[in-house]
């Protein structure tokens, strides 16, 4: 069975012209963008598209990297703007082979709706289509939607994608250090006898209490200064077509 291909929205309180530079500028999009750590536009003759070499470090020690074509349209009858883009990778260990998507950027009264919709074809055989459908795509779909609310954090609120990293590894440290401790506690039931006349009251209150702290740790919403994949639509509202832009690309080699 066919993986489904990936749909990312999110909705930003911002100039459509600041979006679009912050998203094609290759300096700023490795910035806020979790799946790339370089991008690199390549020499290109006047009125061909545009083409690129990208690089991810997976580990400190594992970069993986890849080629790509990309054109856009700024001007559209519609007032959308859209880019497109097709990519491959010949790293022995990208479990992405090839691939292509597509940006759309749609003025709203208050903003712009900024959405983005992908698929590539993964290596490996059977193990690679298995490890991606499993695994691989889910992350891969938590990781751009998780990074266009960084983006829309930077645009909205001048957090930079810098500081919006920290704070969402500050969070998570803290709410990892809650559940920890909230787990501690409940193994720790055999020592509230030792209260003596309130062993009752306490063997009843902190139960209860540490099932809140949990609660909390697992559930409560992200701070709002701290980016989170679940404030992007993941599944499009109606059916979506690529742009006939991708139509012209070519094949990266």
């Known amino acids: 069975m066919a993986s489904k291909a990936l749909y990312i929205e999110a909705r930003i309180r911002a100039d459509l012209e600041e979006l679009w530079t912050r998203t094609q500028d290759p300096a700023r999009h490795q910035r806020w963008d979790l799946r790339f750590t370089e991008i690199d536009l390549l020499p290109r003759a006047e009125g061909e598209p545009q083409r690129f070499r990208y690089a991810t470090r997976l580990l400190p020690f594992l970069t993986v990297s890849g080629t790509g074509v990309s054109a856009g349209e700024k001007e ?104 920890a401790a909230g787990c501690a506690g409940l193994g720790l039931g055999s020592l509230v006898g030792l209260l003596g006349a309130l062993a009752p009251t306490v063997a009843f209150l902190c139960p209860l209490l540490l099932l809140v702290a949990i609660s909390l740790a697992l559930f409560m919403a992200p701070r709002p200064g701290t980016p989170a994949a679940r404030r992007c639509l993941r599944t499009p509202p109606s059916r979506v077509r690529a742009p006939r832009l991708l139509c012209t690309l070519e094949n990266p080699t």
Do not use: K
């Open 76 to 179: 559209r009858p519609d007032g959308t703007r859209t880019s497109a883009l097709r990519f491959t990778s010949p790293h022995p260990l990208s479990l992405i082979a090839e691939g292509s998507g597509y940006w759309r950027y749609v003025p709203e009264a208050d903003g712009v709706r900024f959405l983005t919709g992908y698929d590539y074809r993964p290596r490996w055989g059977a193990f690679g289509a298995l490890a991606d459908r499993l695994l691989f795509r889910p992350l891969m779909g938590w990781a751009t939607a998780w990074s266009f609310d960084r983006l829309r954090l930077w645009l909205e609120r001048g957090i930079t994608p810098e500081r919006a990293l920290l704070n969402w590894l500050a969070e998570l440290a803290v709410r990892a250090l809650v559940l």
